[in-house]
């Protein structure tokens, strides 16, 4: 069965610092992997996914991804933090009839 | 990607009462889900709207409590029954799969937050 941990509920940088947000997973099959992120009262906008292709996922925003099979990883970052990053972010992985497992969410905050 | 709207964006009830939360894509789709998101937590998949035929519920979801349609392919229906305080949560509808979404992704409409009273 597929399962997905974020570690840290809640992440806090400075502004113009790196950002990593970590996420593990559990996958009997290879799996697709996706973060999202949740600005306050919005709905779930797609940053990026991981779909078995390149192993250095890039998305929007100037935020990326490394899928680890070894190290069943797939941690999100950014070099340099903005304050319109400030968020919810999800990372998700798909199960079987393309549904989604969530990951319990970490919370950014970016501090001027 | 698709536009998806859902009505109503917010809405507070009454204990007992129910609410029908309508999800709109501007394109056919595939594949439609409800999901629920609980006050400071992730969310959880409620279930999958079937077009035609009756939705696939998951653990600890049951149809008499969360009733759902789908008419068509750009069009849903979740309805919370008999409401409680424990309903609480921002409920979401998402999509994937059809003639302009890949199936290995999702995309979610921007939420209804119920409140309970």
């Known amino acids: 069965a597929q399962s997905v941990t974020q570690l840290g509920s809640h992440v806090s940088v400075s502004e113009g610092a790196l950002v990593l947000l970590r996420c593990n997973y559990s996958?009997?099959?290879?799996?697709?992997l996706f973060w999202y992120v949740q600005y306050p009262n919005q709905g779930l906008q797609l940053l990026l996914k991981?779909?078995?292709?390149?192993?250095l996922v890039k998305g929007i925003n100037g935020f990326e991804a490394e899928f680890k099979k070894s190290e069943t990883s797939f941690h999100l970052t950014k070099p340099s933090a903005h304050m319109s990053d400030a968020a919810e972010y999800f990372c998700?992985?798909?199960?079987?009839?393309?549904?989604?497992?969530f990951g319990q969410g970490t919370e950014l905050s970016v501090k001027p | 990607s698709a536009v998806i709207s859902q009505k109503p964006s917010r809405d507070i009830c009454q204990r007992g009462t129910s609410l029908t939360i309508q999800c709109q894509v501007d394109?056919?789709?595939?594949?439609m889900f409800w999901y629920r998101q609980q006050p400071g937590q992730s969310l959880t998949l409620i279930a999958t709207?079937?077009?035609?035929?009756?939705?696939?519920?998951e653990s600890g979801f049951v149809i008499d409590k969360f009733p759902i349609s789908r008419p068509n392919l750009t069009f849903s229906t979740l309805t919370v029954s008999n409401m409680s305080p424990e309903d609480s949560s921002i409920y979401l509808c998402s999509l994937s799969g059809g003639p302009l979404h890949s199936y290995n992704e999702q995309f979610f409409g921007p939420g209804t937050r119920l409140t309970v009273l």
């Open positions: 998700a992985v798909t199960r079987t009839g393309g549904k989604l497992i």
């Open positions: 991981y779909t078995s292709a390149a192993t």
């Open positions: 996958s009997s099959v290879p799996p697709y």
């Open positions: 394109s056919q789709v595939t594949m």
């Open positions: 709207a079937n077009q035609g035929s009756e939705a696939t519920y």
